[in-house]
């Protein structure tokens, strides 16, 4: 089973908009696929249950339970794992210790960013991370291209040690979908295809270290 954790010490990153959006892709792709909550906000566990009647189903579990990992069904291909709100590395050690891949959402302000160092210098302080057996990547979010501030931005992350693997943009769509249990990958028009390429770069970096 392949384990991706999506994590931040910054809230509203869009940590759970990410997770929700990674296990609808790889479930609407027809794997089995898991997601679990450890944010105890509980707003993944609400997306799998109104996602529940749909072909690509995505079955809910509890993080925030201490073993987790024995509700993992053994048939599971993907586990998308929404980490818990305000985290640093060492509230993660478990599931840094099980994943295979970790994405670390940024917005596109300067307090953001800054308040984004701080964890990853806590993920680099991890074993895993530090050897190079666990890739860490950036995921900048909610960002506007034609803006000054999200260009800016985007440079800055350019520079840091890990590499930027997608760049979204900003859309009431994400809060939309979210919110019944959808993604945009459970869509096909022109305009739903614009975001999904942004996507595209996202899911090319998990295959390279899958």
């Not at 794997?31 to 799998?48: E, F, I, P």
């Not at 099980?98 to 993920?123: G, K, Q, R």
């Not at 990547?137 to 440079?155: D, E, F, I, M, Y």
């Not at 994400?174 to 249990?181: A, E, I």
Request: with cysteine.
């Amino acid at each position: 089973m392949r384990r991706i954790l999506v994590a931040s010490s910054k809230g509203g990153c869009g940590k759970t908009t990410i997770a929700t959006h990674l296990a609808a892709h790889f479930a609407v792709e027809g794997k089995r696929t898991v997601l679990v909550d450890a944010d105890r906000q509980g707003s993944a566990m609400h997306w799998c249950e109104r996602r529940a009647g749909l072909d690509s189903a995505v079955l809910p579990v509890d993080g925030t339970r201490r073993h987790w990992d024995r509700a993992l069904p053994g048939d599971a291909e993907v586990a998308v794992i929404d980490g818990p709100a305000g985290a640093m590395a060492k509230d993660l050690e478990h599931f840094l210790d099980v994943a295979d891949a970790v994405l670390v959402p940024v917005l596109p302000s300067a307090l953001d960013i800054e308040a984004t160092v701080p964890f990853l210098d806590s993920l680099a302080e991890h074993p895993r991370v530090r050897k190079g057996r666990l890739p860490v990547a950036l995921v900048g979010n909610r960002l506007k291209p034609w803006t000054h501030a999200s260009q800016q931005a985007l440079a800055q992350l350019r520079t840091w040690p890990y590499p930027l693997a997608a760049e979204l943009r900003d859309s009431q769509a994400y809060v939309l979908l979210v919110g019944l249990g959808k993604s945009l990958f459970d869509y096909h028009s022109e305009q739903v295809r614009n975001h999904q390429a942004d996507w595209a770069p996202l899911f090319r970096w998990l295959k390279r270290h899958g």
